[in-house]
């Protein structure tokens, strides 16, 4: 399985912009770069998650590195709410390779 | 639109007895299922998971087993619980479409004692 790597917490602010990063070195040409995140006590929620170009939605945006090595999550206003673990994972789409594996993810902290 | 249901919530079991968790999901058809175990402090854990109707694949030897007797319906049981089976139990189902997001259950908190 391709293998994701990303610090282990992260501090922010409220009301400031926060950059997750992850790098996936391994990454294959068919693997999606997915993002979740975990709440205390509730399942992961997905995020957002792309192929190759920059993606935004409602919750997020995603900047993937033109070599796909590595992806950086980015929250443009932190509120206390976004404060969980954030997992970056490699996702192909076919097969075996669909399967979800979590990492151990990054620990955000968000601060008034 | 589709959702998932687990049950139940919480679970109390004394160490030896058996366990069954059903997993459904609604509003899709052929999902991938999965389940997941996160044991306190620690990150998720695949344990199965069914990309069709008695497909499973076993992530890691345990004392658990999973079945998919129908298309939407996923159940993961043991013969004999141990304390080490303690844990976030959590079901998810994604379509296999464009590597698309997975949705997850609200989990079930099971206590071996």
């Known amino acids: 399985d391709a293998k994701t790597t990303q610090p282990n917490s992260m501090e922010s602010n409220e009301e400031e912009p926060v950059h997750l990063p992850c790098n996936h070195s391994t990454i294959s040409g068919t693997d999606y770069i997915h993002w979740y995140r975990q709440l205390p006590s509730q399942g992961p929620e997905y995020v957002i998650h792309?192929?190759?170009s920059n993606v935004n939605n409602r919750m997020a945006s995603l900047a993937i590195a033109e070599d796909r090595k590595s992806s950086t999550l980015i929250l443009h206003r932190a509120t206390l709410r976004d404060a969980a673990v954030y997992y970056c994972?490699?996702?192909?789409?076919?097969?075996?390779?669909?399967?979800?594996?979590f990492g151990t993810g990054t620990r955000l902290q968000v601060t008034l | 639109s589709q959702t998932i249901h687990q049950w139940p919530a919480t679970l109390v079991q004394p160490v030896g007895s058996p366990l069954s968790l059903e997993c459904t999901v609604e509003?899709?058809?052929?999902?991938?299922l999965y389940w997941y175990r996160q044991a306190a402090g620690r990150g998720l854990q695949l344990l199965f998971y069914?990309?069709?109707?008695?497909?499973i694949s076993s992530e890691v030897p345990q004392n658990l087993s999973a079945s998919r007797p129908q298309d939407r319906q996923f159940i993961l049981s043991s013969k004999k619980l141990l304390l080490s089976d303690s844990g976030f139990y959590l079901c998810?189902?994604?379509?296999?479409?464009?590597?698309?997001?997975?949705?997850f259950g609200q989990g079930t908190r099971l206590t071996v004692v």
């Open positions: 994972i490699l996702r192909g789409n076919t097969g075996t390779a669909s399967k979800l594996t």
């Open positions: 069914s990309v069709g109707i008695g497909q």
């Open positions: 998810a189902w994604s379509v296999l479409r464009d590597a698309s997001e997975a949705f």
């Open positions: 509003g899709t058809s052929n999902p991938n």
């Open positions: 792309g192929l190759t």
